[in-house]
């Protein structure tokens, strides 16, 4: 994995209390993600300690973690809770109640996609947009 959890709080904002072992199966899923998107070529050279290229790896690291971030955020949005929608966000962790319903929790898995992508573009083969193409449900 090129990010790890320590990076996807802090790009995501989110509170220490969100521990590894919330964060680590969706880092997976998203390194998973990310190396069918870029190839094994450039996935392997991002996580060299010096890598040939700092700024893919660079890019790919958050590319990473907005699909880490993108596939967990119904978990990370906290609890459902009828007739209000999703509890969380950055505010929950300061001691305020925020909502978010579902289609709002759709909408921000969408920006951290489309981030994601945007992040990796330069490193995808052609001019294939993966953004559609991924599965939300899992």
Not at 52 to 73: I, N, S, V
């Amino acid at each position: 994995m090129l990010a790890d959890a320590a990076y996807l709080r802090s790009l995501g904002n989110l509170s220490d209390d969100v521990g590894e072992g919330l964060l680590n199966p969706h880092l997976e899923a998203a390194a998973d993600e990310l190396l069918s998107w870029v190839g094994e070529e450039a996935y392997a050279d991002a996580g060299q300690a010096i890598p040939a290229d700092t700024l893919r790896a660079r890019r790919l690291r958050r590319a990473e973690a907005h699909l880490a971030l993108a596939k967990a955020f119904t978990s990370l949005a906290g609890n459902f809770k009828a007739g209000q929608g999703f509890v969380g966000g950055a505010s929950q962790a300061q001691g305020e109640a925020s909502f978010l319903t579902p289609v709002q929790v759709q909408e921000l898995i969408k920006q951290h996609l489309a981030l994601a992508e945007r992040e990796a573009a330069a490193y995808l083969p052609g001019a294939v947009s993966y953004v559609g193409a991924v599965n939300l449900d899992g």
